[in-house]
C-alpha cells in the first residue's frame, strides 16, 4: 500500500509535470494540487488555507499595487526618460545605463513591470542607434532577474526565504541581507553581457529603410507582409452610398473587409506620401457619414476588394497612399496576458479597445492575416490599427500588453498623472521603515499599497485590484500547503537525508553546491516561487542535521531561484523579450547557460563568506 509521503511525492511529481505544460495555469496547477492534499486526507482544512493568511502573499499582493502607484504616477516613466536622455547616440553608455537602471527598479517594483516600461524605449533607442533590439533585450531581461535579487522586497522567493527562516526560530532577514551577495552577481552578469553576451546576439538589422530615429509605418506593415492587402477607393460623385453612414451600409461584414481610413477629398491634392494631410486623415468608426470624393483605405483579400468595387461603383485607385502613421502600433502578450489562449472574437478586440488587428506573428513562424478566429498565443506579436487616443489606452494595459513600436503622439503620457513626487515620497517612506525595522514589513508595505489609493498615485480603486497578479498570489498561497505536507509526511527529511548522504561527506559548503544546482534545474522550467517554496523547508532541515547555519543554505536556494537564464519560459520578462528580440530558444540557450554557471560559482564562493555556515 502507498505511504502517504509517497502519495505527496506522486502529487509533487504530477504537479511539476502540469507546470512544464504552457497550456495549464500555473494558478490552477496549484489550486489543484491544493485540492488533492486536502481531498487525500495529507493535510488539514486549516493547514490547506494557511497559506491565504500568510504574510508573505499578503506583501507580494501590496507590493503589486505599490508597483502600479509608482508605474501610474509616471515615476518609473521619469527612469526611463532619464535613459533616452543620458545614453543617446552611445552603445555603451545605453547598455551600461540599461543594465543598470532595470537592475535597480527590479530592487523595489515588479521586475516584469519594470521591463514593460523600459521595453519600448530599448526598441526606439536600437533604432535610432542603427543596432538590432536583439542584441539588448535578453540583456535587459536578464538583469531585471539579477535585479530582483538585490533586496528583500524584489522577488517573491527573497520575502519566502526571510519568513522561512523567522518561523524555523532564526529570525528574519533584513532589508539589505540579499544586497552584497545581489551587487557582485550583478557586477559579474554586467560584465559577460557587454564583452560576451551581445556580441552572441548581434544580428543585422532586418530593414534600413528610411530615417532610423522615425517611426516607420511602411516599414512595419511590409515586415507583416500586408502592404498587398491594403487597397484605395475613391466614392464617385454619383455613388449611391453619399449620405449615409457605414453602419448603415453594412461594407464590413458585407464583404469581409475592414475600412481603415478615409482621406476627405481637400486633402487629396496633397502630396500622395505618409505624414501629409495628418488633419485631414480620420479612421473610420460606424457613425461615418459617406461624402463624394472621399478616398477610403481598405484593407482585405484582393478577391473581396474586387468584389466590393463591382457591387457597389466605388472606383479602385492607383496612388501611392500609405496607413497613417499614428494610426499604426505593434503589440506584443505579457506573459500572463489575461488575452492569452482567447480568439480576437473571444477578447472583442475592438470593441474594447477600438482597435483593429491587421496582422501577427505567431512564435517561430512568418507574419500572417488574422481571423476572428484566430488564437491568441504565448510569444505573439500583433499589429493594430486605430485613433492614436486608443493605442495610448492599450499602452496602459501593461499586465496584458506592451505598444512595442508606435508613433502615437504622448504615448503612456495619458495614462500617467503628475503625482511621480508623491509616489517617490510614499516608496522611500516604506523603504525606510523596512530598513530601520520600525514596523513589520507587511505593515509597511499594505500603509504604502493604501496610501498609493489615498493619494491617487492610482488613480482608481478597481485598477489597485486589476495590478494584482492574482496568479503569483494564488500559486504562493497554495503552494506553501504542498511544503506542510511534504513536512508531515517526512518527505522533506527524506530529500535532506539524501543529500546529506551524497554530498555531506564533502562538508557544507558541497550540500550549499548541490542545493543550488537543484533549485536551478527546476526554475528554468517551472515557477520560481513554487521551486523556493517546496526547497526551504528542505535547506533549513539540511542545515539542522549537519549542525551548521541554514542561513547560507536558505540564501542559496533564493538567489538561485531567481537567477533563471537559460530558457525563454524560465521567467516573465524572458518571455516578454522573447517575441520583441525576434529570438529563438537557442539565443536563451546559448547566452543565458554560461551566466548560470559563472553566476552560480560566483554564489557558491560567497554565500559562505557573507553567511558563514
Known amino acids: 500500500m502507498i505511504s502517504d509521503m509517497q502519495l505527496v511525492f506522486l502529487i509533487l511529481a504530477i504537479t511539476t509535470i502540469c507546470f512544464?505544460?504552457?497550456?495549464?495555469?500555473?494558478?490552477?496547477?496549484?489550486?489543484?494540487?491544493?485540492?488533492?492534499?486536502?481531498?487525500?486526507?495529507?493535510?488539514?482544512?486549516?493547514?490547506?488555507?494557511?497559506?491565504?493568511?500568510?504574510?508573505?502573499?499578503?506583501?507580494?499582493?501590496?507590493?503589486?499595487?505599490?508597483?502600479?502607484?509608482?508605474?501610474q504616477s509616471g515615476l518609473a516613466q521619469k527612469a526611463g526618460d532619464l535613459?533616452?536622455?543620458?545614453?543617446?547616440?552611445?552603445?555603451?553608455?545605453?547598455?551600461?545605463?540599461?543594465?543598470?537602471?532595470?537592475?535597480?527598479?527590479?530592487?523595489?517594483?515588479?521586475?516584469?513591470?519594470?521591463?514593460?516600461?523600459?521595453?519600448?524605449?530599448?526598441?526606439?533607442?536600437?533604432?535610432?542607434?542603427?543596432?538590432?533590439?536583439?542584441?539588448?533585450?535578453?540583456?535587459?531581461?536578464?538583469a531585471s532577474s539579477m535585479g530582483g535579487a538585490l533586496t528583500l522586497i524584489g522577488t517573491a522567493p527573497n520575502l519566502i526565504a526571510s519568513e522561512s527562516l523567522r518561523d524555523a526560530g532564526y529570525g528574519a532577514l533584513n532589508f539589505f541581507s540579499f544586497t552584497p551577495v545581489g551587487l557582485?552577481?550583478?557586477?559579474?552578469?554586467?560584465?559577460?553581457?557587454?564583452?560576451?553576451?551581445?556580441?552572441?546576439?548581434?544580428?543585422?538589422?532586418?530593414?534600413?529603410?528610411?530615417?532610423?530615429?522615425?517611426?516607420?509605418?511602411?516599414?512595419?506593415?511590409?515586415?507583416?507582409?500586408?502592404?498587398?492587402?491594403?487597397?484605395t477607393v475613391k466614392i464617385p460623385a454619383n455613388s449611391q452610398l453619399i449620405g449615409k453612414t457605414m453602419k448603415q451600409l453594412q461594407l464590413a461584414s458585407t464583404y469581409h473587409i475592414t475600412l481603415l481610413e478615409v482621406i476627405k477629398k481637400e486633402a487629396t491634392s496633397l502630396k500622395r506620401i505618409a505624414g501629409r494631410g495628418k488633419s485631414m486623415r480620420i479612421?473610420?468608426?460606424?457613425?461615418?457619414?459617406?461624402?463624394?470624393?472621399?478616398?477610403?483605405?481598405?484593407?482585405?483579400?484582393?478577391e473581396a476588394i474586387s468584389k466590393l468595387v463591382a457591387e457597389t461603383g466605388l472606383l479602385l485607385e492607383q496612388g501611392d497612399y500609405q496607413l497613417e502613421e499614428s494610426h499604426l502600433a505593434e503589440v506584443i502578450l505579457t506573459p500572463r496576458s489575461r488575452l492569452l489562449n482567447q480568439t480576437i472574437r473571444e477578447v472583442n478586440f475592438r470593441e474594447k479597445y477600438g482597435l483593429t488587428v491587421l496582422a501577427m506573428k505567431h512564435q517561430f513562424n512568418e507574419p500572417k492575416q488574422?481571423?476572428?478566429?484566430?488564437?491568441?498565443?504565448?510569444?505573439?506579436?500583433?499589429?493594430?490599427?486605430?485613433?492614436?487616443?486608443?493605442?495610448?489606452?492599450l499602452s496602459a494595459e501593461k499586465n496584458d500588453t506592451v505598444v512595442l513600436k508606435s508613433?502615437?503622439?504622448?504615448?503612456?503620457?495619458?495614462?500617467?498623472?503628475?503625482?511621480?513626487?508623491?509616489?517617490?515620497?510614499?516608496?522611500?517612506?516604506?523603504?525606510?521603515?523596512?530598513?530601520?525595522?520600525?514596523?513589520?514589513?507587511?505593515?509597511?508595505?499594505?500603509?504604502?499599497?493604501?496610501?498609493?489609493?489615498?493619494?491617487?498615485?492610482?488613480?482608481?480603486?478597481?485598477q489597485a485590484y486589476q495590478s494584482i497578479n492574482w496568479q503569483t498570489v494564488v500559486l504562493i498561497a497554495c503552494m506553501l500547503p504542498m511544503a506542510t505536507a511534504l513536512e508531515n509526511t517526512g518527505g522533506v527529511t527524506f530529500m535532506s537525508e539524501g543529500l546529506i548522504n551524497s554530498l555531506g561527506a564533502v562538508g557544507p559548503l558541497a550540500v550549499l553546491a548541490g542545493l543550488y544546482l537543484i533549485t536551478s534545474l527546476f526554475s528554468q522550467f517551472i515557477s520560481n516561487t513554487?521551486?523556493?517554496?517546496?526547497?526551504?523547508?528542505?535547506?533549513?532541515?539540511?542545515?539542522?542535521?549537519?549542525?551548521?547555519?541554514?542561513?547560507?543554505?536558505?540564501?542559496?536556494v533564493a538567489f538561485s531561484s531567481s537567477m533563471a537564464f537559460a530558457t525563454p519560459v524560465a521567467t516573465p520578462p524572458n518571455a516578454m523579450v522573447m517575441a520583441a528580440g525576434k529570438y529563438s530558444f537557442l539565443d536563451f540557450v546559448k547566452v543565458g547557460v554560461p551566466l548560470q554557471l559563472l553566476i552560480a560559482i560566483v554564489a557558491i564562493i560567497l554565500l559562505p563568506m557573507f553567511f558563514p555556515f
Not at 497550456?23 to 491565504?52: H, K, M
Not at 509605418?217 to 487597397?231: C, D, K, N, P, T
Not at 517546496?534 to 549537519?546: D, E, G, R, S, W
Request: with cysteine; proline share 4%; aromatic share 8%.
Open 20 to 71: 512544464l505544460v504552457p497550456r495549464f495555469r500555473a494558478d490552477l496547477v496549484a489550486i489543484t494540487a491544493l485540492l488533492s492534499l486536502l481531498l487525500t486526507g495529507l493535510i488539514t482544512v486549516p493547514e490547506a488555507f494557511a497559506g491565504f493568511s500568510n504574510s508573505v502573499v499578503i506583501m507580494v499582493a501590496a507590493l503589486f499595487i505599490v508597483g502600479e502607484g509608482v508605474f
Open 83 to 142: 535613459l533616452v536622455k543620458t545614453t543617446r547616440n552611445s552603445e555603451w553608455k545605453l547598455t551600461i545605463f540599461m543594465l543598470m537602471l532595470v537592475a535597480v527598479l527590479s530592487g523595489f517594483i515588479s521586475n516584469t513591470g519594470t521591463v514593460a516600461i523600459l521595453l519600448p524605449i530599448v526598441v526606439s533607442l536600437s533604432r535610432q542607434l542603427q543596432i538590432h533590439p536583439g542584441k539588448l533585450l535578453i540583456p535587459l531581461a536578464f
Open 184 to 231: 557582485t552577481m550583478l557586477a559579474v552578469g554586467i560584465l559577460y553581457l557587454w564583452f560576451i553576451g551581445r556580441k552572441m546576439l548581434d544580428k543585422p538589422l532586418e530593414n534600413k529603410v528610411g530615417d532610423s530615429d522615425a517611426f516607420n509605418a511602411a516599414e512595419l506593415v511590409e515586415q507583416y507582409g500586408i502592404s498587398h492587402h491594403i487597397r
Open 283 to 302: 479612421t473610420v468608426d460606424p457613425s461615418y457619414v459617406v461624402e463624394a470624393d472621399d478616398v477610403f483605405l481598405v484593407y482585405g483579400e484582393e
Open 370 to 393: 488574422t481571423t476572428p478566429e484566430e488564437m491568441l498565443l504565448y510569444g505573439d506579436s500583433i499589429l493594430v490599427h486605430g485613433k492614436w487616443k486608443d493605442i495610448n489606452l
Open 407 to 462: 508613433a502615437a503622439e504622448d504615448t503612456d503620457l495619458a495614462n500617467q498623472n503628475d503625482k511621480s513626487g508623491v509616489a517617490g515620497i510614499i516608496l522611500i517612506g516604506m523603504l525606510l521603515a523596512m530598513v530601520f525595522e520600525w514596523v513589520p514589513a507587511v505593515v509597511a508595505i499594505s500603509v504604502a499599497a493604501v496610501l498609493m489609493i489615498f493619494t491617487n498615485c492610482i488613480r482608481q480603486t478597481d
Open 530 to 556: 513554487a521551486t523556493a517554496v517546496l526547497l526551504f523547508p528542505v535547506a533549513i532541515l539540511t542545515a539542522q542535521q549537519m549542525g551548521v547555519s541554514p542561513i547560507p543554505m536558505v540564501m542559496a
